[in-house]
T-cell receptor, first 115, second 114 residues
Framework: QKEVEQDPGPLSVPEGAIVSLNCTYSNSAFQYFMWYRQYSRKGPELLMYTYSSGNKEDGRFTAQVDKSSKYISLFIRDSQPSDSATYLCAMSESNYGGSQGNLIFGKGTKLSVKP | NAGVTQTPKFQVLKTGQSMTLQCAQDMNHNSMYWYRQDPGMGLRLIYYSASEGTTDKGEVPNGYNVSRLNKREFSLRLESAAPSQTSVYFC?????????????FGEGSWLTVV
C-alpha cells in the first residue's frame, strides 16, 4: 500500500460547481498537510498548508484534515475555468530534521472546469 | 521575481550520454531539492541539500549525482543517461527543512533519453 493515495481523475465539472479533492494516507505520524496546484507544463505551487487536524479556509478554498480517518480534502467553491489544473496533496511527519526531504506527494488529480 | 530557475527546459539525450541540469534560486533559501515527475508516479525526491555544503539522497537517487555549488545553485548530473530517466525534472528550494517552510518549484526540465 502506498503511503499516500490520490484519485488521479480526470475530474470534469461545470463552472460554479463545488469541487472536492481527496487523499488518504497510511502513516499516522504525518502532521503537516499541503495542497499544491500545478498548471500544465509548470511547476507545482503551494495552495494550502495545514498542521494537524481541522479546517483552513482561504478564499474559495478550504482544506480539511481528519487524522482519525487518515483523510484530507480540498474543497473549491464557485469553481472557475482558471482552477483547471492538477492538484497534488503532500504530507510529512513532524520531525524537523530532514522533514522536507521526506515530503510525500500524492500522484495528483487532474481537474477541468468547463465554462 | 525569478524565484527558482532551471536550465535547460528541454533536452534530448542518447543512451549513455551525460548531462547536467542547472538550478539557481534568488530567494536566499538554505535548502534545495531535485524531484522527478512521471505519469502515474507523482513527484519523487531524487536528492536534496539541507544547506550549503550538504547533500542527501532522496527516494530515487540511483543514476544521479548532485552538487551544491553555493547557496544559490544546485545541479543534477546524469553520468550515463538511460531511457528510464526520461522524465520531467523539477528543482525546488525552501528557507529550511522544517515542514512549515514553503517549497518553491522551478518550471521544470523535460528530458527525453532515446
Amino acid at each position: 500500500q502506498k503511503e499516500v493515495e490520490q484519485d488521479p481523475g480526470p475530474l470534469s465539472v461545470p463552472e460554479g460547481a463545488i469541487v472536492s479533492l481527496n487523499c488518504t494516507y497510511s502513516n499516522s505520524a504525518f502532521q503537516y498537510f499541503m495542497w499544491y496546484r500545478q498548471y500544465s507544463r509548470k511547476g507545482p505551487e503551494l495552495l494550502m498548508y495545514t498542521y494537524s487536524s481541522g479546517n483552513k479556509e482561504d478564499g474559495r478554498f478550504t482544506a480539511q484534515v481528519d487524522k482519525s480517518s487518515k483523510y484530507i480534502s480540498l474543497f473549491i467553491r464557485d469553481s472557475q475555468p482558471s482552477d483547471s489544473a492538477t492538484y497534488l496533496c503532500a504530507m510529512s511527519e513532524s520531525n524537523y530534521g530532514g522533514s522536507q526531504g521526506n515530503l510525500i506527494f500524492g500522484k495528483g488529480t487532474k481537474l477541468s472546469v468547463k465554462p | 521575481n525569478a524565484g527558482v530557475t532551471q536550465t535547460p527546459k528541454f533536452q534530448v539525450l542518447k543512451t549513455g550520454q551525460s548531462m547536467t541540469l542547472q538550478c539557481a534560486q534568488d530567494m536566499n533559501h538554505n535548502s534545495m531539492y531535485w524531484y522527478r515527475q512521471d505519469p502515474g508516479m507523482g513527484l519523487r525526491l531524487i536528492y536534496y541539500s539541507a544547506s550549503e555544503g550538504t547533500t542527501d539522497k532522496g527516494e530515487v537517487p540511483n543514476g544521479y549525482n548532485v552538487s551544491r555549488l553555493n547557496k544559490r545553485e544546485f545541479s543534477l548530473r546524469l553520468e550515463s543517461a538511460a531511457p528510464s530517466q526520461t522524465s520531467v525534472y523539477f528543482c525546488a528550494s525552501s528557507r529550511g527543512l522544517s515542514s512549515g517552510n514553503t517549497i518553491y518549484f522551478g518550471e521544470g526540465s523535460w528530458l527525453t533519453v532515446v
